[in-house]
């Protein structure tokens, strides 16, 4: 059972703007945070942005903040990362993840609020990935 599924990577130039789409099976869904971190060859995978999707509450590191945008259609189960400005630095792996259902609210809130300092070990469910990259 595949419970996180992303697409929507490609190659753009710097300046331009990528649709990333990430469909969740609905228990993974289903009022939890979802959100996408970014992996290159050598580096840590470093984390981008989330939401809660209960609320739609999102969150961003400071690189991206501005330039992208996280947010979801509830009828599809699907989180989406519009990524507009696109810099070469943000040439990366995506890959879409996803806390523990079984975890309490209380917990997945924070997790979804202080992802970058909790980190991939804070999120259980991941997608195979999807590269994007962006050329100068």
């Known amino acids: 059972q595949v419970q996180l599924a992303e697409s929507g990577g490609g190659s753009v130039q710097a300046g331009g703007s990528l649709r990333l789409s990430c469909a969740a099976d609905?228990?993974?869904?289903?009022?939890?945070?979802i959100g996408w971190f970014r992996q290159v060859p050598g580096k840590e995978r470093e984390a981008v942005a989330t939401?809660?999707?209960?609320?739609?509450?999102?969150h961003y590191v400071d690189s991206v903040a501005g330039r992208f945008t996280i947010f979801q259609d509830n009828r599809k189960n699907t989180v989406y990362l519009e990524m507009n400005n696109l810099k070469p630095e943000d040439t990366a792996m995506y890959y879409c993840t996803a806390t523990l259902e079984r975890l309490s609210v209380v917990e997945r809130r924070r997790r979804c609020a202080t992802f970058a300092s909790v980190g991939p070990t804070g999120f259980a469910r991941w997608g195979q990935g999807t590269q994007v990259s962006v050329s100068s």
């Open positions: 939401i809660y999707t209960t609320d739609g509450a999102a």
């Open positions: 609905r228990d993974t869904y289903s009022a939890n945070c």
